[in-house]
């Protein structure tokens, strides 16, 4: 019931395309949804982070689609660059307790010129 | 300011050696985390420190594995008898502590990749 399912594994995106990766959760409990950025030889960085009181977040070029009842969420990365190429993790938490997160497991996304 | 630092980078172990891995979380931040990346893999939880609080263990994958956080601040992870299926990079991650429904951050060190031949 923990666990955050996390698709597709690999994604290739022409530059200015849109990239669009999902997540499903499990856990109702869970109330805080955040999507982290990794380059190579990094750590994670926080890029958006959505809770569900909400169906959409946008910053910038990426938005966060939230649905509640499917149990659902996902990023879309608009006018794709190159710079975009990083892995790219959900997670969710409870943010009733301590913040125990549960990742995804990653989308390696590669833009191409 | 500086952020989560982590030492080694890398470490190249034989199989059985014991490993000391370390991290240095943002000043003020009472919340540590350590997490497993293998190839190819999410991020797997291994432990929690917040301030005085009895860490939250639950994510070890056995015995060999232990971490300690001395004065609220530096934390050890230790890895004893080390195995090739050990070989991952190895997160930390601090954030403030939690306040209801406040849910910070975390930031993550760079990471050590951990390789046990």
């Known amino acids: 019931q923990q666990q955050v399912k996390q698709s597709p594994q690999s994604l290739i995106v022409q530059k200015g395309g849109i990239s669009i990766i999902n997540c499903a959760y499990e856990?109702?409990?869970?109330?805080?949804f955040p999507w982290y950025q990794q380059f190579p030889g990094k750590g994670p960085a926080l890029l958006i982070a959505?809770?569900?009181?909400?169906s959409e977040k946008k910053e910038g070029r990426f938005t966060i689609s939230f649905n509640k009842s499917a149990k659902q969420f996902s990023l879309h990365i608009m006018d794709s660059q190159p710079g975009d190429s990083a892995t790219y993790f959900c997670?969710?938490?409870?943010?009733?307790?301590?913040?125990?997160?549960?990742f995804g497991t990653g989308t390696k996304l590669q833009v191409i010129p | 300011g500086a952020g989560v630092s982590q030492s080694p980078s890398n470490k190249v172990t034989e199989k059985g050696k014991d490993v000391e891995l370390r991290c240095d979380p943002i000043?003020?931040?009472?919340?540590l985390y350590w997490y497993r990346q293998s190839l190819g893999q999410g991020l797997e939880f291994l432990i929690y420190?917040?301030?005085?609080?009895?860490?939250?263990k639950s994510g070890l994958p056995s015995d060999r594995f232990s971490a300690e956080r001395t004065g609220g601040s530096v934390s050890t992870l230790t890895i004893q008898r080390t195995q090739q299926e050990d070989s991952a990079v190895y997160l930390c991650?601090?954030?403030?502590?939690?306040?209801?429904?406040?849910?910070?951050?975390?930031?993550f060190g760079p990471g050590t990749r951990l390789t046990v031949t």
């Open positions: 991650a601090s954030s403030l502590p939690t306040s209801g429904r406040l849910t910070y951050e975390q930031y």
């Open positions: 856990n109702t409990a869970f109330d805080y």
């Open positions: 959505i809770r569900p009181d909400v």
């Open positions: 997670a969710a938490t409870n943010s009733g307790g301590y913040q125990k997160v549960t």
């Open positions: 000043s003020g931040h009472t919340a």
């Open positions: 420190f917040q301030g005085n609080s009895a860490p939250d």
